[in-house]
């Protein structure tokens, strides 16, 4: 079968590999239909991508078809279209017992630790694959990413009556905005980019922006009529601005990381002790983040109409893929057919 793989950064080698075989017990054999092209495989290719290693298979945002059920599987059928959930513990350590099957020592992600979905067929736990009959390939393609959003809107415990402010609006920023938007709260956009913001306001209607600068927190104020957010969700995994969520936040509010930024942050303690505030990370999702998207995309609460900005094949990806880095591209989220 054919395949796609990273043997160092820039250099991409489509290979032909051995076909998986059949799946064992608790096991399924998936055929690759769609995938979306995340963050992590755009630092990869570049080389920039921390705790990974080369060569490697890269493709998490997964659309697949069920080709062969191996035994013991009963909730998925031969021919279903199904999402599936890249992270997966190694050992039964205590972020297992604990429920945190996404997180922990010893989480695994496909196309980081592991070989991912950039070649036709793959064998993937059964647990970890859910369907979603009746969902488009492309919609299928980014439930992962629209997961990661909920996952960290949930770990800010969002309320109606909160204002949200995600800082950075990329694919997963957009992706808590979205699903900050079904909770009611009123949500704000912050970015470097004007052309992203520009993005924000055509296609979630009611979401204000703001373009980073010395006086965000002086423009914030003036936007909430002197309040600030009660929830900072930072997306950007840049250190500067994870440092400075702590000022974007009101008394009493909540910081969510979901950017990952490989080194320390600084904090002055006692103004961070003066509003008594709450700081949390949010990793990866949880299955049930998984099932919440399928069944909002198909009770059409959900739309991810304009999300999807770019189109490749996965025919041409080796040649198309150094495209998606093209500024005048203005790339929000690409998807591979493989069809």
Do not use: W
């Not at 009660?230 to 400075?244: P, Y």
Request: aromatic share 6%.
């Amino acid at each position: 079968m054919n395949a796609i793989i990273l043997d160092e950064p820039g250099a991409f080698r489509r290979i032909e590999k051995e076909h998986p075989g059949q799946p064992g017990a608790g096991e399924v054999l998936l055929k690759i239909k769609a995938l979306g092209v995340c963050g992590t495989d755009l630092h990869a290719y570049k080389g920039r991508q921390p705790f990974f290693s080369y060569p490697r298979i890269l493709g998490h945002e997964i659309a697949a078809e069920v080709v062969e059920l191996g035994g013991g599987v009963t909730h998925l059928a031969v021919g279903d279209r199904c999402a599936v959930m890249p992270y997966r513990n190694i050992s039964t350590d205590q972020a297992v017992q604990l429920g945190k099957t996404h997180c922990g020592p010893n989480v695994r992600v496909l196309g980081v630790h592991e070989d991912g979905a950039m070649q036709e067929y793959m064998i993937y736990q059964a647990s970890q694959v859910f369907p979603a009959n009746g969902l488009a390939l492309e919609q299928i393609a980014v439930i992962e990413p629209l997961a990661i959003g909920s996952h960290a809107i949930d770990r800010g415990m969002v309320q109606p009556n909160d204002i949200v402010l995600v800082v950075g609006a990329g694919p997963i920023g957009i992706a808590a905005m979205m699903m900050g938007q079904l909770t009611a709260a009123r949500i704000v956009a912050l970015d470097v980019n004007q052309t992203r913001l520009d993005f924000v306001r055509q296609t979630l209607p009611g979401v204000d922006t703001l373009t980073v600068s010395e006086t965000v927190v002086e423009e914030l104020q003036a936007l909430l009529g002197g309040k600030l957010p009660t929830v900072v969700i930072d997306a950007t995994g840049n250190k500067q601005s994870m440092e400075r969520c702590v000022e974007y936040v009101a008394p009493g509010g909540t910081v969510v990381y979901v950017g990952l930024f490989i080194g320390d942050l600084t904090f002055h303690d006692p103004y961070i002790q003066m509003k008594e505030l709450t700081i949390r990370t949010s990793r990866n999702a949880y299955p049930t983040d998984f099932t919440k998207i399928i069944r909002l995309l198909r009770a059409g609460l959900l739309s991810v109409d304009g999300y999807v900005t770019h189109r490749l094949t996965f025919a041409t990806l080796t040649d198309d893929f150094t495209s998606l880095y093209d500024p005048d591209q203005q790339v929000i989220k690409a998807v591979v057919a493989y069809e």
